[in-house]
């Protein structure tokens, strides 16, 4: 395989890009990984105390030759373990944190938590201080993705590289089944939410699972069986999480919110202050967020480069493990020695 994987979205670059490296020149490693063991279970997750929440950790151990720590932050209705073969492809190379988010996968808010970008962004900032060393590689999917643009731009002390797949930046189709099952907003409010909720329960943890597949994955005939078990059993057993739908449905709006702030709000107006080198990763066949969005995401960052994967959708880590491995290292390598 050639050493650079080209985007078909590749542009003529404007002056203000010339001398950096082109936009889609993505170097990816020629260090072996090692083989993908797609059958492993996620590693067993435990409790880490940040400010007042225990946030449910799960950490990959490093190779006996890891240097780094890598943090990984999973997007709108995820969870830690949609790094789980990612986080084992570079374990040897750094070890591996993947909190869930306060209100997701097993992380119970505090009772006056915003589940704004913002307030999960000082989440992630203050866990990295609290229990990582140095710097980190970030990495983040989807609404994970935007978290870590905010921790990369205000806390760049604490980010050594940004990976972003198919991060949450504003796209403003009108259709609100891109980031997640509207049912699940109007099941929070007063009046409607009953009935609507009802209907809810009546699905299956398996259909909720097949649901989020659908939507999030470019073929979702070929995920894996076992990945799809899994998912349905960690459906199950949120079912009787009291604050797991109140987490999703506001951290959805509070998305939607973000998309239509000006200003210093904006992620748009947050991108061009990140100066970390950057790895933007995009499926060509994402149905959630546009990967039209992919080229300015890539180019408003002054460090970015851009790697768009055909026949991948919105979690390119789950469904393209080996290569987004490839180009991660490829950043970690390049940044290292300063020619990214």
């Given at each position: 395989?050639?050493?650079?994987l ?12 010339r ?19 797609d059958t492993?279970?996620?590693w ?21 030759d890891a240097?780094?720590?890598a ?10 373990t949609?790094w789980?073969d ?11 944190h993947?909190?869930?988010?306060p ?11 915003t ?12 866990y990295?201080?609290?229990h990582c ?6 990495l983040?999917?989807s ?16 980010v050594r ?5 198919s ?18 907003v109007?099941a929070?409010?007063?009046l ?8 809810l ?27 799809l ?6 459906h199950g ?8 739908q109140?987490?999703?449905a506001?951290?959805t ?11 210093p ?13 950057t790895?933007?990763?995009w499926?060509?066949q994402?149905?959630?967020i ?15 480069r851009l790697?768009?994967?055909p ?21 970690w ?5 300063g020619r990214?």
């Amino acid at each position: 395989m050639s050493d650079n994987l080209p985007s078909p979205l590749a542009g003529a670059a404007d002056a203000r890009e010339r001398s950096r490296p082109p936009l889609t020149h993505v170097p990816l490693t020629r260090t072996p990984l090692p083989p993908l063991d797609d059958t492993a279970a996620p590693w067993p997750g435990a409790s880490a105390r940040v400010g007042d929440l225990d946030l449910h950790v799960r950490r990959t151990p490093g190779g006996e030759d890891a240097t780094g720590t890598a943090v990984y932050v999973h997007g709108l209705g995820g969870s830690s373990t949609n790094w789980t073969d990612l986080a084992a492809l570079l374990s040897a190379h750094a070890a591996g944190h993947a909190p869930d988010l306060p209100g997701f996968g097993f992380s119970e808010p505090a009772a006056e938590f915003t589940f704004s970008l913002s307030a999960h962004a000082e989440v992630v900032a203050d866990y990295i201080t609290a229990h990582c060393p140095g710097p980190v590689h970030l990495l983040g999917n989807s609404m994970g993705g935007a978290i870590a643009m905010l921790v990369a731009a205000r806390r760049p002390e604490l980010v050594r590289t940004l990976t972003l797949v198919s991060p949450a930046v504003p796209d403003r189709r009108p259709d609100p089944r891109r980031l997640s099952d509207p049912r699940l907003v109007l099941a929070s409010l007063p009046l409607v939410g009953k009935p609507v909720r009802r209907r809810l329960a009546a699905l299956s943890p398996r259909e909720r699972a097949e649901q989020v597949i659908r939507l999030c994955v470019a073929d979702p005939a070929a995920f894996p069986e076992h990945r799809l078990d899994e998912l349905a059993v960690e459906h199950g057993e949120r079912v009787s999480l009291a604050w797991a739908q109140r987490a999703l449905a506001r951290s959805t709006a509070e998305i939607f919110r973000t998309w239509f702030t000006r200003g210093p709000g904006s992620l748009w107006t947050v991108a061009p202050s990140i100066t970390v080198p950057t790895l933007v990763v995009w499926g060509m066949q994402d149905r959630v967020i546009s990967v039209r969005r992919a080229p300015r995401t890539a180019r408003v960052m002054p460090r970015a480069r851009l790697l768009v994967l055909p026949r991948t959708g919105h979690v390119a880590q789950m469904e393209r493990p080996v290569t987004v491995a490839r180009a991660v290292l490829g950043l970690w390598e390049h940044a290292e020695d300063g020619r990214w």
